[in-house]
């Protein structure tokens, strides 16, 4: 609950709307405490008075009643036929629209044809009818506007149902022997609360403004009860002599209304769980920065192409913080092929999206290390030089091609506004040059797939234009973020098979992320093995899969099928990965190891050499005397 609320005051307006309508109800709670004059006492003899006259700080109305007393008394009622009706509305509408879209068929077809006929008729018609039809009166215009806005939560309500209604879990709930009452009690409910909560958050506002304006056609609350709309109405036939009459009720149901509507936009945002992560507020262009220290210069790595020095980047979200990236440190020489291992979760993604400062914020922050790109550390720079490194000097090969490539535009025309960004050359030329890069990445009839969408392009050759992409403007390095898992075999080895090439004709440098060791030796020169958030082992790639020091690493060969070994069985490792927010001391592995002893779960196990050109975090490397293993 505090953490619901700490989103809602994230965001500004929604948290203006909710003090405003805390006060408000306040206001109305402490009504009948207050000194204030009875509303429907009539006093002709003080008719009119203007605001701040003596005994009404807010006038009096034509009958000289206290205008202060009738609009807090007003909006008691308008705030409890509001809700009364929302309430209505969204047990009978929510109903409906869970029995339509569970059962479907002709439940579904019958159901929702009423609803069609209700929503045929323009709702304030509607309302205006069934008022007339029961009588005037504040509980009539509460039950027409409860009505009007039944098909509102049914339409709603029935889409969320239909997309759960044929989900495994429901599945799972009637093969467990439970009835159609049980399941929409225990497993549909729960589902579409959230959206019922949200729906209703944003609806009582315009049932409030709805029952106004009966009473302000005179068919909702009778004199001498007041409520907004009715004083609203009162007040209309003086707006020349006396106009307080009329905007004093008109400015609080918009002070009410609008409240309500910024708190219910503020509610649907908490429960959004794409939006809980605290992303209330527009993504900055670049990842939050807030270094404590800066790393010094790595003299060993001055020739390297890349530099990443004790990179730290945690998500912080309320007040728990995920450290997805735990001190992380690698060089990246030219024309080098540096794999990136490890299971889902371990962190191998958001390492390569901090090198730009790719990662979002909020929640993401840098809050240690160094980047530094041919000796200038990233870090450092404006957001301007960044935007002007990205796609040129170093691009990207994202896993799934759908999610960089827009489905509204040709894969040519996106090819030609990623050279086009980074080189002033004429549109035909750059046409020209991205039908060349299309046919370099083995397309087929390149000149005719340029003009055509992704949906047209089959995985395989959308993944093929996203590595055209990023060599449009031949970059130092590709980050290629898991390019193959989602492909076939043989389109996977014709993808590697061309990342080679890149590297032979081009001399570009790779950083390779996957989860296959089987893809990391035809491809790769070195491997760093990651494990929550941090690097266990690092070295060439050939000496790690022969002779891997670290039980982590050896633990990931063993998941590999080996053909031609039809005794050796791919073996799991037991156990799950810490939570990012929850690292453990010592090494955070050492739950999951064989090996593990006592002086594993204590202090920081840092990440050493065993060899001139090999490092891994492990007392007791595997392979080495105890001695080599045991930290000083």
Known sequence: MTNFIRLIARNRLAAFGGIMLVLLVLLCLITPWLPLDDPNITSPENRLKPPLSAGHLLGTDALGRDILSRLLWG????????????????????????????FGGRTDNTMMRGIDMLMAFPYILLALAIVAVLGPGLMNALYAIAIVNIPFFARNIRGVTVGIAHREFIDAARLSGKGHIRILASEILPNVLPVIVITMSTTVGWMILETAGLSFLGLGAQPPQADLGS????????????PHVAVLPGLVIFLLVMSINLLGDGIRDAL??????????????????????????????ANALLDVQDLHTHFEVGRRTHRAVNGVSFTIRHNECLGLVGES????SVTALSLLGLVASPPGVITEGRIALEGRDLLDLPHRSIRRIRGR???????????????LFRVGHQLIEAIQQHQAIPRQEARELAVSLLDQVRIPNAERRADQYPHELSGGMRQRVGIAMALANNPQLIVADEPTTALDVTVQAQILALIQNLRETKGTSVLFITHDFGVVSQVCDRVAVMYAGRIVEIGPTADILDDPRHPYTQRLIDCVPRLGEPNNEPAAIPGLPPAADALPEGCAFADRCDLAEDACLRGDIALRATDSDRQVRCIKPLGLPTRQGVMQ
């Open 272 to 301: 959004d769980p794409r939006l809980k992560s605290g992303a209330l507020s527009r993504p900055a262009p670049f990842t939050h920065i807030r270094r404590r220290q800066v790393p010094p210069e790595n003299g060993s790595a």
């Open 393 to 407: 000097n170093v691009a990207y090969v994202f896993q799934d091609p759908l999610s960089t490539l827009h489905p």
């Open 345 to 348: 979760g371990s962190g191998k």
């Open 231 to 242: 004083m609203l109405g009162e007040g209309r036939r003086m707006m020349l002599n006396a």
């Open 75 to 102: 909006t008691r009622v308008s705030l409890a036929v509001g809700i009364a009706a929302s309430l209505v509305a969204a047990f009978f509408g929510s109903l409906i629209g869970i029995v339509a879209g569970y």
